[in-house]
């Protein structure tokens, strides 16, 4: 009596090279350019769910390490927004612009709304110094952690 053996299929290196580039963002089109491959193997290929998997797998590495790299990062952006707003020779929109995101992503309302030309940099700064601070500093010292 005659036994079947299963075969384990060899790591197809176009079917790898695929997966590196749909996860690197390239489109169909370009994968199957630059394989020379037909744009109907590449369709059958993403529909297994095997390489779907993969591709899935690859795409959530991706996105995990760009998230400790910009997370990596807030410290210094804390650092530049703040060097910005104690900056007295930078342009005031930009210092301006500067308390609008600090601001922003630290979920904290701006000051009044009468308070919103460049040239009123100075009493948003005090308006912050002396209404906010704390709240301020608690919510920029967890976005910097």
Not at 27 to 52: C, D, K, M
Not at 91 to 113: F, Y
Not at 114 to 130: C, S
Request: hydrophobic share 40%; with cysteine; proline share 5%.
């Amino acid at each position: 009596m005659a036994t079947k053996t299963t075969k384990t299929a060899a790591p197809d290196p176009k079917r790898e090279q695929a997966l590196t580039l749909l996860a690197e963002g390239a489109t169909n089109n370009e994968v199957a350019r630059t394989l020379g491959i037909h744009r109907g193997s590449l369709y059958r290929w993403r529909t297994e769910v095997g390489f779907a998997g993969k591709l899935a797998e690859l795409r959530r590495g991706q996105t995990e390490s760009a998230r400790r790299d910009i997370a990596a990062m807030v410290g210094r952006v804390v650092e530049i927004l703040g060097a910005i707003l104690d900056d007295v020779t930078a342009p005031a929109a930009v210092r301006l612009r500067a308390c609008e995101l600090i601001l922003d992503r630290a979920g904290i309302d701006g000051p009044p709304s009468d308070l919103e030309q460049p040239e009123d940099i100075p009493k948003i700064i005090q308006y912050l110094a002396e209404t906010r601070r704390d709240e301020v500093e608690a919510a920029l010292a967890e976005v910097s952690s």
